[in-house]
């Protein structure tokens, strides 16, 4: 296992915790646009027909030529704060994502997004 040069390669992968257990299939990547480094995956999750977006971080993710490996388990992750799969991650819900894995959250000094997408 390694870190990715560009994580973005690893989009429709699936997503796997520490344990061996898939979590479902990387969507997108949330950058942090303080530093343009990636700071959290959406992961496909759910039911055929109740497919939802969760946010699990990528600090400490690992990939493989198969799959992406990160650092939380996936019941933490299932209970994460989740979006439509064809939604935005509106700028109230930042902080409660940052505040369910327990990471410190501000906005930019001019109260800007802490993430974007790309």
Known sequence: MFEAASIRDWIGSNVVDPS???IGPLESIYFDTATDAPAFAAVRTG???RHRLRFVPLDGATVTPKHLNVIHDKRL???APSIDTDG???AALEPE???HYGLPYTTGSGGE???GRR
């Open 97 to 99: 994502v940052y505040a």
């Open 47 to 49: 039911m055929l027909g």
């Open 88 to 90: 935005e991650l509106e």
């Open 113 to 115: 997004r802490r993430l």
């Open 20 to 22: 061996g257990d898939t």
């Open 77 to 79: 992750v299932k209970d």
